[in-house]
T-cell receptor, first 112, second 115 residues
Framework: GQQVMQIPQYQHVQEGEDFTTYCNSS?????IQWYKQRPGGHPVFLIQ?????EVKKQKRLTFQFGEAKKNSSLHITATQTTDVGTYFC????????????FGAGTQVVVTP | NAGVTQTPKFQVLKTGQSMTLQCAQD?????MYWYRQDPGMGLRLIYY???????DKGEVPNGYNVSRLNKREFSLRLESAAPSQTSVYFC??????????????FGPGTRLLVL
């Protein structure tokens, strides 16, 4: 079945530094979504990518969907303490309507 | 709008006890989902309901049952709780938009401990 792998599992970042988390799928995706979960909270939708090679930005966050639609990345520049949390990617295939396959997440800890 | 609400927030059960987790959404979404979240394993789909009156199994359905009571409500039942069902349970809802785009909105979660 479809597998979505996410690396790294943990990311310790100094405030002000940049980092990237990666998401890889074993199958071609129709779209990929990113969610953020603050400690003790629930996942909150960040963005959805649909097109091959698509790049979207949200302030300091840059999301990219690979050309083959099997991988994605989230790059955060100038990390702030508000970026603390776990970032999940979640993929959909054309035959898995509504059934998102979540990666295990990247837990981000920011050191002031 | 309250979005997605879940009750209870916390629950402690003994092995073999039963309970029902409640979920309701006020966004007029067609689809609803139940996930469990365990450390290091992300979110795993237990059951989902594409529309009122339909339910289907997800990745980890064993030990659970669901009821889509109406368009707003989707409940998850543990008939005989086991320690392996200790987890955080999230309910979510979504509505499919044009172009295959859809967003899932999550409830605050239920933290369940089975002793």
């Amino acid at each position: 079945g479809q597998q979505v792998m996410q690396i790294p599992q943990y990311q310790h970042v100094q405030e002000g530094e940049d980092f990237t988390t990666y998401c890889n799928s074993s199958t071609t995706l129709s779209n990929i979504q990113w969610y953020k979960q603050r400690p003790g909270g629930h996942p909150v939708f960040l963005i959805q990518l649909v097109k091959s090679g698509e790049v979207k930005k949200q302030k300091r966050l840059t999301f990219q969907f690979g050309e083959a639609k099997k991988n994605s990345s989230l790059h955060i520049t100038a990390t702030q303490t508000t970026d603390v949390g776990t970032y999940f990617c979640a993929g959909l295939t054309t035959d898995s309507w509504g059934k998102l396959q979540f990666g295990a997440g990247t837990q981000v800890v920011v050191t002031p | 709008n309250a979005g997605v609400t879940q009750t209870p927030k916390f629950q402690v059960l003994k092995t073999g006890q039963s309970m029902t987790l409640q979920c309701a959404q006020d966004m007029n979404h067609n689809s609803m989902y139940w996930y469990r979240q365990d450390p290091g394993m992300g979110l795993r789909l237990i059951y989902y309901s594409a529309s009122e009156g339909t339910t289907d199994k997800g990745e980890v359905p064993n030990g659970y049952n669901v009821s889509r009571l109406n368009k707003r409500e989707f409940s998850l039942r543990l008939e005989s709780a086991a320690p392996s069902q200790t987890s955080v349970y999230f309910c979510a809802s979504s509505s499919r938009l044009a172009g295959g785009r859809e967003t899932q909105y999550f409830g605050p979660g239920t933290r369940l401990l089975v002793l």
